[in-house]
């Protein structure tokens, strides 16, 4: 049986996707466990993971945590193994809505309460210059939206957002008065 990371075009994949993890905030090791997941046809226990990559097993156990908190890898069991295995999301959409979530509650979610707070405090004081306060005011109304469109466009069915993302600025033409440029 061919290993994965034989196949060139698999080995590729797996630098890059760890590449671009790391471009998005997500070590590189993290990312090429995933990526190779994500390819493998089954299961794979920590040490197969280890001897593919060539990551040390600490590496491995905390990418695969790290993984599953993003609920993209599952641990699984293989019959006759006492050892647990890991499978990734195979479901593009399914992954890409797990992500979001999860980087949502990490990333965007903190920051609407820490703008909310100093939007209180600055309320309660009459030295803030005006532009600091409009600044912090439009960045939490912003990010607020942001955070409430976000929620409601995940409640649409999946054949919706798929039409939605294919109509892509086309979209601007079913808005009363708007044009698309």
Request: hydrophobic residues 40%.
């Amino acid at each position: 049986m061919t290993k994965l990371t034989d196949i060139p075009e698999a080995s590729a994949f797996i630098l890059h996707w760890g590449e671009m993890g790391s471009q998005w905030g997500v070590n590189r090791s993290v990312s090429q466990v995933h990526a190779l997941l994500y390819l493998s046809e089954h299961p794979l226990h920590a040490e197969e993971i280890c001897e593919a990559l060539g990551l040390a097993r600490s590496n491995v156990s905390n990418g695969l945590k790290e993984l599953q908190g993003y609920g993209i890898v599952k641990r699984t069991h293989v019959m006759g193994d006492r050892r647990d295995h890991f499978v990734a999301e195979a479901d593009l959409w399914d992954m890409l809505m797990k992500i979001t979530v999860e980087r949502k509650k990490r990333e965007i979610d903190p920051t609407i309460l820490v703008l909310s707070d100093l939007t209180a405090q600055m309320d309660a004081r009459g030295d803030v210059p005006a532009h600091v306060r409009e600044r912090i005011g439009r960045m939490h109304d912003f990010i607020g939206n942001l955070s409430i469109w976000y929620d409601d466009v995940r409640k649409l069915p999946r054949p919706t957002l798929v039409t939605l993302m294919k109509l892509g600025g086309k979209i601007a033409r079913f808005i009363p008065g708007k044009s698309a440029k």
